[in-house]
């Protein structure tokens, strides 16, 4: 175990009741409630993304997901709707009645986030991009960062110190897994994240079972996983079609298979003294 | 995802009630009922080790571990007590009448195992020294395989082929963490591996939390996540007095945190559907 | 070997002949000439920069490095001194007739970047920060991309494409040094980058071997196997008295160091056809 | 850089003027003259390994390798032909007056190797398979020991310690690739370990380029590179007709490219003070 300095910063967690709580339009993220969210990878139209807004609030979830801007690897690949895409999320979220929650990729684009995004998403890429953690911190918006596929526990933390330094502390941690020699997996939850993120630091911790994994069949064994080990909450991709889906088909759960993962979820959040 | 061949092998599942049990002793180990092994990491003494047995016999647990040669990265540690250590284990097995295992690390002391040890782990260092297994596959003995800490599921999958191509098909598969760029737990627990494994192949899946995360704080929530994901069983290092043992105290349990990881983990193990 | 697409991007390499050189007052990067980056890590002061830019130039560097703006992992550590760091930059460049380099952090300083900075750097964990990458690409300014501590070579074509694709094609490809499970150094230099990068595409290849690792005593040895495999050019950190900087003392090399290197460095350059 | 305790070791380096040059039938490996092994793979017949021998001793390589037991991730593979193979090397090694090596994997042909072979190589996967360590260390036969794919640089001169402890002092170093998240090379050269074991340790250091990259265009470029570092010697697979080749065809080296590589390296070897 390496022994790194995690006291006295403002993300350190006093004792063991010393636990965050975001609120967001009626929802309590950290709270003794799991908070699931969940929709598309990619929001392609108005329609399919009303259509799995229905369905995955029906079954469980509290938040709507949907990214607008994609951090893509090649230049050549679809970037998403951009501010049209948001447009739509934000109109959805208020039909449904769920807060929304989409990936900013730069800071340009923050007022647009501030008036229609609920939750304000860091992705695994601008983990460390510090001049975007320092703007969305002189913000009051809840931010959800995840953890950059290569970075350790301790740089990830003080990633979240950047922002609440700046004044916002409505932080939500995110593993999403790392990047390890093993190819079967697209990466590797690291699953003692959550316990470590619980006991290091006040924040609310989620897992993102899909990226993680990059299977769609793995998600429910570690959705389950992450709850037993004390995850807050999970955020996942659901599609109606995840073959019509423009991004990462292969980890999409269909609702069927959402439906499922919600079924055998709330006995195991139950065993740990959890609701849904 | 990778694309590697695991069809047709013999390790490979054929449907989903495809499921290999391995009896020893009268434990069912791959059945409905969890296995839970449990002991001190290395056999320094009778009287520690019958303690710590009886204790962990009435908490739950149906195997006895226990170290007799240890694998220590430098040669001026504790090697453990040799076969003198296996006498222990052995006598100690039988009277609370536990099947016992501990790992070898050579063939010359094979027939000494196959005499007093009910189970024969081969350890991560070991996992690809192929000439010790196809010696373990001529015999009938059951084997705890643990995964190498920087091998793939393919890898590791390959190597059980080794043990069962020679005849032995009573191989047990252990997940103990893997090598990643974090330092703040020993090894990453490569939760995802249980479920990849459990539809792979018809082997029982087992996981070590204890060599996977290097910290005692550790053990149960990823002892909790292990099972939510589909683990067969665990294995554990446990000691009345940790402080005291010749080798790794910082992830050893206590039998008080043993009784607490065993109260938790009953009612996670009923959310999935198993009993303990 | 991964089979990756690597054809018919811009940045790919034609043919053998095929290599970009990038001139910048009157300094050829790409060319048979070896192009070495010298200076501090940070600057703190004119007159600091001004006497390590002096001796540096005399000992064969021809740009001067300096970091104004410092991506560091703790909101609480020294951030550089920001703009007025690079006045002094651009004085002291045009002083001694060098061009100079600095890391850019946040697009909202471009303009500054432009009328100072002769070569603008993206550091790692900025290398997949696509937005910034555009806004790069719109201007005709040489740009060093250093490789991600945990990219793949892939994933770092495919960032300088995305720069190449609005119209930069000044692209300097930079290995620093990649995430593993070793710590004795602080980055594991990726040597084998070098000849493959050099293989796919026509973009010059630097090398940092004081951020690979860390180390002031492994510089010299890793600034040779660079330039026997290949590499165009060297970007290391130098100080009049490391121990005084503001950052990364134990990888900055005094100038003593850094004339040893140079003068080692010069037959292993003519051994392999390349000048200094 | 991690601090680990390297001294006082039998394997502690005193001073920049403790080195071991161990001597081999008139090689002296660990000396100013590189030590150049070369040969197939796997030995599959006494002709072609004759061919191959006379061509790589005439173009400067003075230690024949070749595969007998071969470490085969899968037990469907072919495991090289034993003894008779062993066989074959030492006689081809003897009318050739060259000493030649070959790797072990099990105890049980230690009799047969110590009569025939004159290095004795432990492979990546046997690095901590402390038993054999123990025994190679009670002959006083040469041993190249390979460090393993997942392996530290503290873990692997531990190993080499177990060498020594038991008495024999004869131990070679080869740095021959790491495994990390990289998929484009077979594995990733930690050329960085050639400067720090140099330094460390006062046994020879060589380098193995071929299962490094996995790939024979990268073989050049990272023996150029690995002696430039300070690497005592290297290790390649060559082959008349590669394609023919039982094993690795991919990384070995044809004749035509053997020949261009060392036509390189003898300038490189030159401009850091070293013959071949």
Same mark, same amino acid.
């Given at each position: 175990m390496k022994n790194f300095e995690y006291q006295n910063y403002i993300y350190s967690r006093k004792d063991e009741n010393d636990n965050t709580v975001i609120s967001v339009k009626g929802v309590d993220i950290g709270s003794n409630k799991l908070t699931i969210m969940a929709g598309p990878c990619v929001i392609d139209s108005y329609d399919a993304t009303d259509k799995i807004a229905a369905k995955v609030k029906d079954l469980g979830a509290s938040v709507l997901r949907g990214g607008a801007f994609k =951090?893509? @690897? $090649? =230049?050549? $690949? !679809?970037?998403?709707?951009? @501010?049209?895409?948001?447009? #739509? %999320?934000?109109? #959805?979220?208020?039909?449904?009645?769920? =807060?929304? #929650? $989409? &990936? +900013?990729? $730069?800071?340009? &684009? %923050?007022?647009? !986030? +501030? &008036?229609? #995004?609920?939750?304000?998403q860091v992705g695994a890429r601008n983990m460390q991009n510090f001049d975007l953690l320092k703007k969305l911190g002189r913000t009051n918006k809840p931010i959800l960062l995840k953890r950059g596929f290569a970075n350790t526990i301790e740089e990830f933390l003080l990633s979240a110190e950047y922002i609440m330094k700046e004044g916002n502390k409505n932080v939500i941690l995110c593993e999403r897994g790392i990047r390890t020699y093993e190819t079967f997996t697209r990466n590797t939850l690291d699953i003692s994240a959550v316990p470590v993120l619980k006991r290091l630091t006040h924040l609310p911790v989620v897992v993102d079972p899909s990226h993680a994994s990059g299977i769609y069949w793995l998600v429910k064994p570690l959705a389950l996983a992450a709850v037993a080990a004390g995850a807050d909450g999970l955020i996942i991709e659901t599609h109606i079609n995840p073959r019509e889906s423009s991004c990462d088909p292969e980890q999409t759960l269909t609702i069927e298979s959402f439906t499922s993962l919600m079924d055998e979820l709330l006995p195991v959040a139950k065993a740990v003294g959890r609701t849904i």
């Open positions: =951090p893509r @690897t $090649s =230049p050549y $690949s !679809f970037q998403g709707m951009g @501010t049209s895409g948001l447009d #739509i %999320l934000h109109d #959805i979220g208020n039909k449904h009645n769920m =807060p929304v #929650i $989409s &990936e +900013i990729m $730069s800071a340009d &684009e %923050l007022d647009y !986030f +501030i &008036e229609r #995004i609920d939750i304000i």
